[in-house]
């Protein structure tokens, strides 16, 4: 009796060890609507549950719409009130955190989070990683950063960007190592993408079936460079009055951007949508995507257009040129050049087969590259030490 209960409580022993998880925290400013928040999201809803404790970290309050999707869902999202200017509570806070729930991992998005928690973890065991998610426009070279960076650098496990634009800015604006840094693209859950078309949504919308559609999706911010693509439309609509662009986002531009439309006179040809959960149902009746910003790392909505087999026209920017293949899965022009982007359009909508094959090499390119899996893949091999 002795020995198989002996036996009986090594398997259990044996059990308990393989399942330990590492707790693995992702430190954000919060988790609103953005392209940063939305990686994080699908990292978090795609991290394997059976090896890992997932948790989030907000400097922040409050937490956002993806932050309140993922709370429902049972995460743990804590937010702290960070005070302006460095606020060392936060670091106290961080560190008792990691302390106190036995954290392996801290993945840090964007520079002022991965500052903070590495401050809050130094010394600790907790690995640190940084991501790097996107760039300002322009780029500028800081001194106290290029003298800061070096020595964050030694405390630093990993960093990532998202793109090989975004590790040169690294390089050259923030002074990491090159060595150091390695560039893992964004990943989208592309369930929703799935969906056959929606027949009656352009009706929905109170548009013809003949209606071609433009269409881009965004923060209504002057670096996404919106007001490109409303210039833009005045002659698209002179060869195909029947054409609309649709605009998906909100954000402090969009005021500007209905009264530039009303001085154009086009309020009759552009939808404003203000933020929508339901994007998917949109990318099902465009007929092209657009992005004319100033700056990306790699965009989720390049990645959403792909996903749902768009052909698009984007702007020569950041990390746009690594996922858009020029004259193979759309076509990139120069950043606020208004007439090589119509140039581009009405090539397309004179071309349709073009655009059909266009859109079906954007989804088999999705596919190799730019997968949730894939990515989740990648972040995991380096919560494991083996990237």
């Known amino acids: 009796m002795g020995r198989e209960l002996g036996q009986i409580g090594c398997a259990y022993f044996l059990e308990s060890v393989e399942t330990v998880k590492k707790h693995i925290v992702h430190l954000t400013f919060n988790m609103g609507m953005g392209g940063a928040e939305q990686v994080i999201y699908n990292l978090v809803e795609h991290t394997d549950k059976t090896r890992y404790i997932v948790s989030i970290l907000c400097l922040e309050e409050p937490v956002g719409a993806f932050g309140k999707q993922l709370i429902e869902k049972g995460i743990q999202i804590v937010s702290f009130r960070r005070k302006p200017g460095f606020d060392w509570s936060v ?37 640190v990683i940084f991501t790097e998610h996107g760039r300002f426009f322009p780029d500028v070279r800081r001194p106290k950063r290029v003298l800061l960076n070096p020595l964050l650098n030694c405390f630093t496990a990993y960093i990532t960007a998202i793109s090989s634009a975004t590790k040169d800015a690294l390089i050259q604006y923030e002074n990491f190592p090159a060595k150091k840094i390695k560039v893992i693209y964004n990943g989208l859950d592309d369930t929703r993408y799935l969906l056959p078309p929606e027949t009656d949504f352009k009706k929905e919308l109170g548009l013809p079936e003949s209606a071609r559609m433009l269409g881009t999706v965004g923060r209504l911010d002057p670096i996404k460079n919106q007001k490109m693509m409303i210039k833009a439309l005045r002659h698209i609509r002179a060869s195909y009055p029947e054409t609309v662009l649709v605009i998906i986002g909100d954000g402090p531009e969009r005021h500007h951007l209905e009264s530039f439309v009303s001085e154009l006179e086009l309020s009759s040809h552009v939808i404003f949508t203000g933020f929508r959960e339901d994007v998917h149902r949109y990318f099902s009746v465009m007929d092209l995507f ?11 909505t390049i990645l959403e257009a792909m996903a749902s087999s768009l052909p698009m026209v984007v702007t020569d920017v950041g990390g746009n040129p690594e996922i858009v293949q020029e004259g193979e899965t759309g076509f990139v022009v120069p950043s606020d050049d208004e007439k090589s982007l119509v140039d581009r359009i009405l090539y397309l909508f004179e071309n349709p087969d073009m655009m059909n094959k266009m859109g079906q090499a954007g989804r088999a390119r999705f596919d190799e590259y730019f997968t949730v899996d894939k990515m989740v893949h990648a972040y995991e091999e380096m919560y494991e030490g083996s990237a």
């Open 91 to 127: 670091v106290r806070d961080i560190r008792h955190f990691l302390k106190h729930h036995d954290v392996a991992v801290l993945h840090c998005h964007q520079y002022t989070p991965y500052v903070y928690g590495l401050s809050a973890a130094v010394f600790m065991s907790t690995k």
């Open 290 to 300: 657009l992005l004319t910003s100033f700056s990306e790392g790699t965009a989720m």
